[in-house]
């Protein structure tokens, strides 16, 4: 069975800071890796996705993150974060060939002034 | 500009009552998802839908119903709502096929039954 496992609930910072939020997966199968975000009293929304080819995917607000298949995470990374970074962000992963989309816990990140 | 749109935002109802969600989209799509969120849990999938008329249950299918009579619109029924059913509630749906397509949500129902 597929599994997410967000390893940080909360993480604070301050401004200007970077930031990871960690993620693991575990499946026997090929995934497609996903990570969302939720801004306060909003739905889910696609912040970057891995299909295949470069392991490095990137987002349109400076968000990265690398597949590392051997260590099987999908870590997300900021070099400088925002006030308005702050939110909830949720690492999934489907089967290459499901319909069914496996959600992490959640970490929310908390961007100090 | 593409839309999932959740009939309430936020409800209260009473232990018993029949509870309908609705949600609809506008984007054609095929795949349709329930899902219920919680705090420390992330989303769990409770009811999904690639088709009119065609449903699967997900993880937490128990106590909720679903109807799909039309493409854009997927309802979610709780027959008796219980107290362990507050929660919020999110709609979401994706292009036909399998895997790769990132799911659009919509902006989600709280839900407390008291």
């Known amino acids: 069975a597929q599994s997410v496992t967000q390893l940080d609930s909360q993480v604070p910072v301050f401004e200007e800071a970077p930031v990871e939020l960690r993620c693991n997966y575990s499946s026997s199968v090929s995934v497609y890796l996903f990570w969302y975000v939720q801004y306060p009293n909003q739905g889910l929304q696609l912040l970057l996705k891995?299909?295949?080819?470069?392991?490095l995917v990137e987002s349109i607000n400076g968000f990265e993150a690398e597949f590392n298949k051997s260590q099987t995470s999908f870590h997300l990374r900021k070099p400088s974060v925002h006030i308005s970074d702050t939110a909830e962000y949720f690492c999934?992963?489907?089967?290459?060939?499901?319909?069914?989309?496996?959600f992490g816990a959640g970490t929310r990140l908390f961007v100090k002034a | 500009d593409v839309k999932v749109t959740q009939s309430s935002r936020y409800l209260v109802k009473r232990t018993g009552e029949k509870v309908f969600l609705e949600c609809v989209q506008d984007?054609?799509?095929?795949?349709m998802f329930w899902y219920r969120q919680d705090p420390g849990l992330g989303l769990r999938l409770i009811y999904f839908s690639y088709d009119v008329k065609m449903k699967e249950k997900g993880d937490i299918p128990e106590g909720y119903s679903v109807s799909r009579e039309k493409k854009e619109r997927f309802s979610l029924i709780l027959e008796s709502a219980s107290t362990n059913q507050t929660s919020m509630y999110l709609c979401?749906?994706?292009?036909?096929?399998?895997?790769?397509?990132?799911?659009?949500f919509g902006p989600g129902t709280r839900l407390t039954v008291t």
């Open positions: 984007m054609d799509h095929e795949n």
């Open positions: 999934a992963v489907i089967n290459t060939g499901g319909f069914k989309t496996i």
């Open positions: 979401a749906s994706s292009p036909a096929g399998t895997g790769g397509y990132e799911q659009y």
């Open positions: 891995y299909l295949s080819g470069s392991t």
